[in-house]
């Protein structure tokens, strides 16, 4: 039976999307839920695995062709296949009723480490191996885990006496391209700067780290912190977590606070949902998770819609300074920096202390100096004194 190979049904918000890699040539045989092919959007990498045990007999849309949502790419007849012509060369060839399923990703990090898949137990429906299994047995054999494939590097096209390379922007990447243009195209941008001394959290979180990873398995980190002073901020400043749609302004009673992470598809920002009702810990926990799909190329359109206010922590590579742009259509975001001790005058003497500078570029067209200045400001004193956070003062 030949089975039509679709597109996934793409949200309102993405057109089309671009055929990336096909991971299985006409003709090659296949097992259920393989990977077939990935479909890159303005957001997402999606992937389409196989139907059923079969081989991919026609390819419709190849490399580089634009899909709609839904449309066909390829043709797959179903039907059983030999368990030893779907194993790759790294795999050792067993019967087809010792060798287990596994799911892309479990199949893709148990090929980076070697593993010997009728080795691993499975506990997902039906004896399924799991990436979780995966994890699992590396630990239990004291192995470190690979870090996650790199994306191929894309053709390089020499031209001329002197090199040069010509290489096609991804579309996410140009994507962010066109959003950034937009963003300074369309509000009226204004960048206010202050500092804080990290001292007192440095010494908080050097205090409770060991006990915070004991009780909740996740490392404490900076991150964190200020999310909840951002949240605290906002709830007193509302204005700054509204949006203009039209000629109206958009009040949002939560904060669903985007973190700017850099991957190497480009610039994407997971969202956190309603960090009002979250804890450091949570919030640690969330952070790893989207961080680590991010890292990974898994992050779902979900996992990027919305967002009230995003954060933008450029200290992680080393920039002592910037002005961030707005992610539209919030109306203000906060950038972090690197953290570097300098003499500074207090009480009348000259101390050294572990300073950051903040930098929080808004829309004017939404906030005045006034509002974008006491936000900032309010944001510095919950950090500088993060017990106001707990006492709510």
């Known amino acids: 039976m030949t089975t039509e190979i679709k597109a996934p049904t793409f949200p309102e918000s993405v057109a089309d999307g671009t055929v990336a890699k096909w991971h299985k040539k006409v003709g090659e045989p296949c097992l259920r839920d393989d990977l077939l092919v990935d479909i890159e959007t303005d957001k997402v990498v999606l992937e389409v695995v196989a139907p059923a045990d079969g081989t991919l007999s026609d390819i419709i849309k190849g490399e580089g062709d634009v899909v709609l949502s839904g449309e066909v790419v390829g043709l797959f007849a179903e039907g059983a296949v030999e368990q030893a012509k779907v194993t790759t060369s790294a795999e050792p060839t067993v019967s087809a009723a ?38 699992c047995h590396v630990a239990n054999q004291s192995a470190p885990v690979a870090d996650p494939p790199q994306p191929e590097p894309m053709t390089a096209v020499f031209v001329g006496e002197r090199d040069e390379k010509r290489v096609p922007m991804t579309r996410l990447r140009a994507k962010v391209a066109e959003r950034l243009v937009q963003a300074q195209q369309n509000a009226a941008m204004l960048t206010t700067f202050n500092e804080i001394n990290m001292q007192p959290v440095m010494d908080l979180r050097a205090r409770y780290k060991d006990q915070f990873e004991k009780r909740h398995g996740v490392r404490l980190g900076f991150m964190s912190f200020f999310v909840k002073a951002c949240v605290e901020a906002l709830r007193r400043h509302p ?155």
């Not at 200290?315 to 300098?342: C, D, W, Y």
């Open 98 to 135: 010792a060798q287990p399923i596994l799911s892309p990703a479990a199949r893709r990090m148990a090929d980076q480490n070697d593993l010997d898949h009728a080795a691993i137990a499975g506990t997902g429906r039906g004896g399924r191996v799991t990436k979780e299994d995966v994890l």
């Open 239 to 393: 204005i700054v977590n509204a949006s203009i749609d039209g000629n109206d302004i958009v009040y949002h009673g939560y904060q669903d606070i985007g973190v700017a992470v850099s991957s190497d598809r480009g610039l994407v920002v997971p969202v956190l949902r309603n960090t009002e009702k979250m804890g450091l810990a949570a919030i640690e926990a969330t952070i790893r998770e989207l961080g680590k799909k991010a890292s990974e190329g898994k992050l779902g359109i979900d996992d990027m819609t919305g967002g009230t206010f995003t954060i933008s922590n450029g200290g992680v590579f080393g920039s002592l300074l910037s002005t961030p742009i707005l992610n539209p259509p919030q109306s203000a975001i906060l950038g972090m920096h690197k953290i570097q001790e300098r003499p500074m005058a207090v009480n009348g003497e000259v101390k050294i202390l572990p300073m950051m500078y903040l930098a929080l570029s808004y829309d004017h067209r939404l906030l005045d100096g006034k509002e974008a200045v006491t936000f900032l400001v309010t944001i510095k004193e919950l950090l500088e004194d993060p017990a106001r956070m707990l006492l709510d003062v």
